[in-house]
């Protein structure tokens, strides 16, 4: 039940005889010990994935974050002192090698929109079967954006009572939207706007999130039909399949 996004530049290859895959090093924040086990026991039942740490609190996960080398964290909204947002800020701003995935019993709107406004890898709600967190952990890990499905749909039902009902991107989201809508690939856009190519790997994640879009493509069509961004003055759009 979670939409995959890719927001990488390439996909791997794989190789023969090539040497046994690292596992993806995990971290889970979440103030309840139950759910903290019980999350973990899941992953570590899974092929390619291992539990590095676990931490009841945000500030608890940022010092023990800060000696490990952890691929994902597992974030949860509501902690105590320092929320799991202002978590997912911190490390984003600070650990870009860090993926942050929310997973949280809270779907509200306001939540999901300042998640992608910060830039999470992904966001999933509570109720994901423990299949479901495997697959989206992979995922993210190889660079693709996850989205629970209903926060997905209702995303795209925020869309079809009309643009006003979208929340309004940000000038630097507009511009890369501008760049998308000129057929530029991730890198050429850092290259463009002088951003990090995680920065704009974020920033697109973020436009499919607020347009209620899976793919760079139709990020490009909602925005043109709705006048969102400028219509190309020649030729037509011709997507750089690279980063959808």
């Not at 899941?42 to 952890?70: K, M, N, P, Y």
């Not at 998308?180 to 951003?195: D, H, P, T, V, W």
């Amino acid at each position: 039940m979670i939409n995959l996004t890719p927001t990488t530049d390439s996909a791997p290859s794989a190789f023969p005889n090539s040497a046994p895959v690292t596992p993806i090093r995990v971290f889970i924040v979440d103030d309840h010990a139950l759910v903290r086990e019980g999350t973990r026991q899941i992953l570590d039942q899974a092929d390619r994935i291992e539990v590095v740490g676990l931490a009841g609190s945000s500030e608890e996960g940022l010092e023990i974050i800060e000696g490990l080398g952890v691929d994902v964290a597992l974030v949860d909204v509501n902690l105590p002192g320092m929320s799991g947002l202002e978590l997912a800020r911190t490390l984003t701003a600070t650990r870009p090698d860090v993926r942050v995935v929310i997973l949280s019993a809270f779907d509200e709107h306001a939540y999901v929109t300042e998640a992608l406004e910060i830039g999470v890898d992904g966001y999933l709600l509570k109720t994901t079967s423990g299949r479901e967190l495997v697959d989206a952990v992979r995922a993210v890990a190889d660079g693709i954006f996850v989205l629970d499905r209903a926060i997905s749909q209702r995303l795209i039902r925020r869309r079809r009572r009309g643009p006003d009902a979208v929340n309004p991107l940000t000038r630097r989201e507009t511009d890369v939207l501008e760049l998308l809508a000129q057929g530029r690939s991730n890198k050429q856009i850092a290259g463009e706007l002088q951003l990090g190519l995680r920065t704009v790997e974020s920033h697109v994640s973020n436009l499919l999130g607020k347009l209620g879009v899976t793919s760079r493509t139709e990020a490009v069509t909602y925005a043109l039909n709705h006048r969102l961004v400028p219509g190309p003055t020649f030729g037509s759009y011709e997507p750089d399949l690279r980063d959808d």
